[in-house]
């Protein structure tokens, strides 16, 4: 009979174990984790058979950004909701694909202390080619006080705010990585227990790196600033080391994945039709701003201005995103 490897934690047992280690703590963001998870494995089971069944393409409709809107975003959007509404620890969601907040009306959903905003599908439009897309979340502690129902200023709050953020990325492994103040950790989806395992403890940023992430399809759109960093991305001298790598997935739970193991930089700069640039602040730049942050990397907008540090004055606001290893983005800021 072989051994059981006791050392390999759930998802489950891990949120318990930090529990017990937190004085005061009332299980309430652990169970949250575990119900987020828990709409993961939903979504993963259609993402994996997305190419056999009727929900790949589009669904006919536009979202609140003027985006069409896949069937696979509306699915993974409903399980989420589903699964938050109906769990004990969540006062409220808002959805990169809803047009405005929900508050859940029921005794049990007024008396928590968060909320959450999440992205239910990041990178849907790769769906029908079958590469790598992922979900993003971020738990604020509320604003109002328990027993009422969630308002809108419980989400319009700065990142820094943020008590846990995280992202699930549904690639050739599924993968669940959070981050609270305590760390980063990454979870991979074990199929033959159906049961996220602790697989990337204490997630790092590395220092630096040698992979640069943007569209380069928009260079001669990006700002005038931007233009000469990406050129020095592409050039051999010794201050950078380079040249760098060049890697664009077109999902930023992708990219960022894969920068935050490996280093590198990831750019979402604003464009001369867009300068507030395409990600969202709430529901894409704070989560990864946060998850960034804490495993020792940085995270800014333009100007150099820390995007946790970002007032949001909307649901849906937008901002130029340039996340990832320290000494990459410290040499992005001697451009901007």
Known sequence: MSNV????????????????????????????????GLAAKRVNVEVNKAGLVDILGDL??????????????????????????????????????????????????????????FDPLDGSSNIDVNVSIGTIFGVYWRKTKSGQLAEEQ??????????????????????????????VQGFTLDPSIGEF???????????TGKIYSVNHGNYYEYDEKVQPYIENCQRKNKSN??????????????????????????????TKEKPEGKLRLMYECNPFAFIVTVAGGIAISKKGQRILDIEP???????????????????????L
Do not use: W
């Not at 409903?78 to 859940?104: K, N, Y």
């Not at 664009?248 to 935050?260: E, K, P, T």
């Not at 849906?316 to 040499?331: L, Q, Y």
């Open 5 to 36: 490897n006791r050392k390999v934690f759930t998802l489950d047992e891990f949120t318990i174990q930090q529990l017990r280690n937190i004085p005061n703590a009332t299980g309430e963001l652990s169970a949250l984790l575990r119900d987020i």
């Open 60 to 117: 006919g409709t536009t979202n609140v950004q003027g985006e069409e809107v896949k069937k696979l975003d509306v699915f993974a959007n409903e399980q989420f909701m589903g699964v938050l509404q109906h769990g004990v620890s969540c006062a409220g969601i808002a959805s990169e694909e809803m047009d405005t907040f929900i508050p859940f009306d029921d005794v049990i959903s007024r008396e928590s202390k968060y909320v959450c905003s």
């Open 154 to 183: 419980d989400f319009l709050q700065a990142g820094t705010n943020l008590v846990a953020a995280g992202y699930i990325i549904y690639g050739s492994s599924t993968m669940l990585v959070y981050a609270t103040r305590r760390g």
């Open 197 to 207: 395992t602790l697989s990337h403890p204490d997630m790092k940023f590395p220092e």
């Open 241 to 270: 080391g380079g040249p760098y790598t060049q890697r664009y997935i077109g999902s930023m739970v992708a990219d960022l994945h894969r920068n935050l193991i490996k280093g590198g930089i990831f750019m979402y700069p604003g």
């Open 313 to 335: 004055k909307s649901l849906h606001e937008r901002t130029p995103f340039f996340g990832g290893s320290k000494a990459m983005i410290e040499e992005l800021e001697t451009y």
